[in-house]
């Protein structure tokens, strides 16, 4: 006889939903959906360890649960929290919870450089994101910012140490993903740093799945920097047969016409990396920087971009080309003949169309 399965009940924004047991507030809030769910800047669910580091995924606990329906007495972090059944949990209708927030990407914010306009990441960053829904005008800091020596970790990645929120992703994809881990957090309060300690290149297979789970333009590709900005390019969902083990050969690529800017992995609505037979879909370094020809991938067709994101802009799934009315309403001229001069011209006669000729005309053509 089959167990049955327990599930707990939990309530988010006055939505109830059930949930495995052991799920977070975070998970079952993305299982909802939309805007229910919290932001989060250094959870990731395919790496395992992460979450708890941010704090932009506050949530206020109404009610612990139905044997205990205290409210829990401070903000939690939903992505390290786990649901209790009978909880009841308030993100967008807390009134506690934005002005926390707002206080988190403060924090986030203080050191960090104000470079959107000259940053690769500007476009798809989610702390640029989070400033935008949360952030306040100006700012009260008066210090200097905090500024690192420039360290060069290697050929294929470029590290801005300012810009980093010290999330551990990119540290975790290290520990987790590549064979050879050789950078970490090192120091610690307001010196913490990414840092590959002795400025050793980060050479493995995977490395370049840092830039991906990078939330913010801390890890950007070096092969792509500066070279467009990411809403004028358009992504294609592609695919190619890798040999490289554990590298699942499907990707987004980056394109401004036949040229492919830049290949990532694909991406999920919550800005993760997709899977692909329940595995998290990591790309290799072959695919993803050394793999810039459109012939040498299947491309599958348009990437789906949520509407509301910047680099959804102009991209059509279907395009319709509008009806051309010019010629209709023009008795039948050709649009590319509206600046006839025929009747007015003693030396263009009704047979010779300028804009027919092959090149710029010449007195013979006059003369047939
Ligand atoms: S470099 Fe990016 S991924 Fe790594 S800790 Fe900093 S913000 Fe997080
Ligand atoms: S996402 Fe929960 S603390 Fe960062």
């Given at each position: 006889m089959s167990e049955e399965i327990k599930t707990i009940k939990v309530t988010i924004d006055n939505i109830t939903i059930d949930v495995a047991p052991g799920t977070t507030i975070l998970n079952a809030a993305r299982q909802i959906g939309g805007d229910v769910t919290p932001p989060a800047?250094?959870?990731?669910?395919?790496?395992?360890?992460?979450?708890?580091?941010?704090?932009?995924c506050l949530v206020e606990?109404?009610?612990?649960?139905?044997?205990d329906p205290r409210p829990m007495p401070k903000l939690v972090a939903s992505c390290r929290t786990g649901v209790m059944d009978g909880m009841i949990v308030k993100n967008?209708?807390?009134?506690?919870v934005p002005e926390a927030r707002a206080g988190v990407v403060e924090f986030l914010l203080?050191?960090?450089?104000?470079d959107c306009p000259i940053c690769?990441?500007?476009?798809?960053c989610h702390l640029q994101d989070l400033g935008y829904d949360h952030?306040?005008?100006?700012?009260?800091y008066q210090f200097a910012r905090r500024t690192f020596k420039k360290e060069d970790i290697g050929p294929y990645i470029q590290l801005h140490m300012t810009r980093?929120?010290?999330?551990y992703r990119c540290t975790y994809v290290a520990d987790q993903?590549?064979?050879?881990?050789?950078?970490g957090i090192v120091d610690?309060?307001?010196?913490a740093a990414i840092s590959t300690y002795i400025s050793?290149?980060?050479?493995?297979?995977?490395?370049?799945n840092m830039i991906d789970v990078?939330?913010?333009?801390?890890?950007?590709d070096k092969t792509f920097r500066?070279?467009?900005?990411?809403?004028?390019t358009k992504p294609v969902d592609a695919n190619r047969s890798c040999n490289?083990?554990?590298?699942?050969?499907k990707a987004t690529l980056w394109l401004r016409g036949e040229e492919v800017f830049r290949v990532t992995a694909r991406k999920d609505e919550w800005g993760e990396v997709q899977s692909f037979e329940g595995k998290p879909g990591w790309i290799c370094n072959a695919c993803r920087f050394?793999?810039?020809?459109?012939?040498k991938w299947n491309i599958e067709g348009l990437t789906t971009i949520s509407r509301?994101?910047?680099?959804?802009?102009?991209?059509?799934n279907t395009l319709e080309m509008p009806k051309e009315t010019i010629k209709k309403v023009m008795s039948g001229v050709e649009p590319k003949l509206l600046m006839d001069i025929h009747s007015v011209?003693?030396?263009?006669?009704?047979?010779?169309h300028l804009s027919e000729l092959k090149g710029p005309a010449h007195s013979e053509d006059f003369k047939k």
């Open positions: 800047m250094c959870y990731y669910s395919k790496l395992e360890g992460s979450g708890g580091k941010c704090r932009t606990v109404a009610a612990g649960s139905t044997a967008i209708t807390s009134e506690k203080l050191n960090h450089p104000l690769d990441q500007a476009g798809e952030g306040k005008e100006g700012t009260r980093c929120i010290l999330c993903i590549t064979n050879k881990r050789v950078h610690r309060g307001d010196h050793q290149a980060i050479e493995n297979d995977f490395s370049g990078c939330p913010v333009g801390a890890l950007t500066f070279k467009n900005r990411v809403w004028f490289t083990p554990g590298c699942c050969g050394e793999t810039k020809e459109t012939s509301h994101s910047v680099i959804g802009a102009n991209k059509y011209s003693g030396v263009n006669t009704n047979d010779i």
